[in-house]
């Protein structure tokens, strides 16, 4: 039987097997866009773990350590030596005779007769102080320190070096010996459990007696203005110079180690400034032998932060220089000792 179209229901053409659709559109488009937003999204992550974004318009780029001047070469025990670092403690003429009441800080004057006549530029901090300073060296220098946080030392380093002829390894294993490159707690308030020193750079700010005697850091605190000052570093005081300064801090204590006869090289020389540096006395001696290992292993292997001290290179400083010096304390010790014992005895006598 025939069936009437026009009285059959409309049906919607998308009901209809076979019925003409619209095209849909290509997915090629939205494919092409879904890639090229994950490769941006992919370039934006790497940046972003790179620190090419992400750093604050203030932060500074990263830097380099500056460069090393020379190798040092590991020095060897000889009568030139011995000589060398003898002459520069003064042997004979007080300084280590005085070690027993600490350091000296001597300055020098020019030439051959420098260290012949070495004239105290500072007070001397008190036996017990250096005893009690003592404890601290192997705890400051077992510390961990982020790469970041040296980058702001080095522009300082740099200056101090070319301002005052210090090689600037020098002053920085000091810088580590003293604050663990500033990290120690009470680096940048207060002073030391001794009460004596502050700062980046342990300055004693205590030692002068107020009547024309000097502390060491009124002797060396105008430092900052022979070098120019970066415009950016952590720490910045609001008023200079201040102990608490890194910049004020590294600059004097580069003019200091300048006075007591240190240069570019890392030798006999540079024993006697760390020497001086920390004081005249057993701990003193084990303080430069460890603060010249220390540089001179950064010269032959680079700088590195947080490497230790090679034994065998203590070991090979502390025989050429460490171990004349040590047994010149011990020989002028002994006489003093029996001096001692004959006035304690004399005074029981009642004579």
Same mark, same amino acid.
């Given at each position: 039987?025939?069936?009437?179209?026009?009285?059959?229901?409309?049906?919607?053409?998308?009901?209809?097997?076979?019925?003409?659709?619209?095209?849909?559109?290509?997915?090629?488009? @939205?494919?092409?866009?879904?890639?090229?937003?994950?490769?941006?999204?992919?370039?934006?992550?790497?940046? /972003?773990?790179?620190?090419?974004?992400?750093?604050?318009?203030? $932060?500074?780029?990263?830097?380099?350590? +500056?460069?090393?001047?020379?190798?040092?070469?590991?020095?060897?025990?000889?009568?030139?030596?011995?000589?060398?670092?003898?002459?520069?403690?003064?042997?004979?003429?007080?300084?280590?005779?005085?070690?027993?009441?600490?350091?000296?800080?001597?300055?020098?004057?020019?030439?051959?007769?420098?260290?012949?006549?070495?004239?105290?530029?500072? @007070?001397?901090?008190?036996? @017990?102080?250096?005893?009690?300073?003592?404890?601290?060296?192997?705890?400051?220098?077992?510390?961990?320190? =982020?790469?970041?946080?040296?980058?702001?030392?080095?522009?300082? *380093?740099?200056?101090?070096?070319?301002?005052?002829?210090?090689?600037?390894?020098?002053?920085?294993?000091?810088?580590?010996?003293?604050?663990?490159?500033?990290?120690? +707690?009470?680096?940048?308030?207060?002073?030391?459990?001794?009460?004596?020193?502050?700062? =980046?750079?342990?300055?004693?700010?205590?030692?002068?007696?107020?009547?024309?005697?000097?502390?060491?850091?009124?002797?060396?605190?105008?430092?900052?203005? *022979?070098?120019?000052?970066?415009?950016?570093?952590?720490?910045?005081?609001?008023?200079?110079?201040?102990?608490?300064?890194?910049?004020?801090?590294?600059?004097?204590?580069?003019?200091?180690?300048?006075?007591?006869?240190?240069? *570019?090289?890392?030798?006999?020389?540079?024993?006697?400034? @760390?020497?001086?540096?920390?004081?005249?006395?057993?701990?003193?001696?084990?303080?430069?032998?460890?603060?010249?290992?220390?540089?001179?292993?950064?010269?032959?292997?680079?700088?590195?932060?947080?490497?230790?001290?090679?034994?065998?290179? /203590? $070991?090979?400083?502390?025989?050429?220089?460490?171990?004349?010096?040590?047994?010149?304390?011990?020989?002028?010790?002994?006489?003093?000792?029996?001096?001692?014992?004959?006035?304690?005895?004399?005074?029981?006598?009642?004579?």
């Amino acid at each position: 039987m025939k069936i009437d179209d026009s009285t059959t229901p409309a049906v919607p053409d998308a009901q209809v097997p076979g019925a003409h659709l619209p095209t849909p559109p290509s997915e090629r488009g @939205a494919w092409l866009l879904a890639l090229a937003l994950g490769g941006l999204g992919l370039a934006v992550l790497v940046a /972003v773990l790179t620190g090419v974004v992400g750093r604050t318009s203030t $932060e500074a780029p990263h830097m380099a350590p +500056p460069a090393v001047l020379v190798a040092a070469v590991t020095p060897t025990p000889s009568a030139a030596q011995s000589a060398s670092v003898l002459a520069g403690v003064a042997v004979g003429q007080g300084s280590v005779a005085g070690s027993n009441t600490g350091s000296s800080h001597a300055a020098r004057g020019g030439g051959s007769a420098r260290r012949s006549h070495r004239t105290a530029i500072v @007070a001397q901090p008190s036996s @017990a102080q250096q005893q009690l300073a003592a404890r601290r060296l192997v705890d400051q220098t077992e510390t961990a320190i =982020p790469t970041r946080w040296m980058e702001g030392f080095y522009p300082i *380093y740099a200056t101090a070096q070319s301002t005052f002829g210090v090689n600037w390894l020098l002053i920085a294993s000091i810088h580590k010996q003293e604050s663990a490159f500033s990290t120690a +707690p009470t680096t940048y308030h207060g002073l030391n459990f001794a009460g004596c020193c502050g700062g =980046p750079m342990q300055f004693n700010v205590t030692n002068g007696n107020g009547r024309g005697t000097p502390s060491t850091w009124d002797l060396v605190s105008d430092s900052y203005k *022979y070098g120019k000052r970066p415009a950016v570093y952590d720490h910045m005081t609001a008023t200079h110079p201040s102990i608490y300064d890194d910049f004020d801090a590294i600059m004097a204590a580069a003019h200091l180690l300048s006075a007591d006869g240190a240069e *570019y090289a890392l030798n006999g020389a540079a024993w006697d400034a @760390a020497y001086d540096y920390y004081g005249h006395d057993a701990t003193g001696v084990s303080y430069a032998d460890e603060v010249l290992a220390r540089a001179m292993g950064w010269s032959q292997h680079s700088f590195c932060i947080n490497c230790g001290v090679e034994a065998a290179m /203590v $070991e090979a400083v502390q025989a050429a220089y460490g171990a004349p010096v040590l047994a010149a304390l011990e020989a002028e010790a002994k006489p003093q000792a029996v001096t001692a014992t004959r006035s304690a005895k004399r005074r029981r006598r009642g004579g």
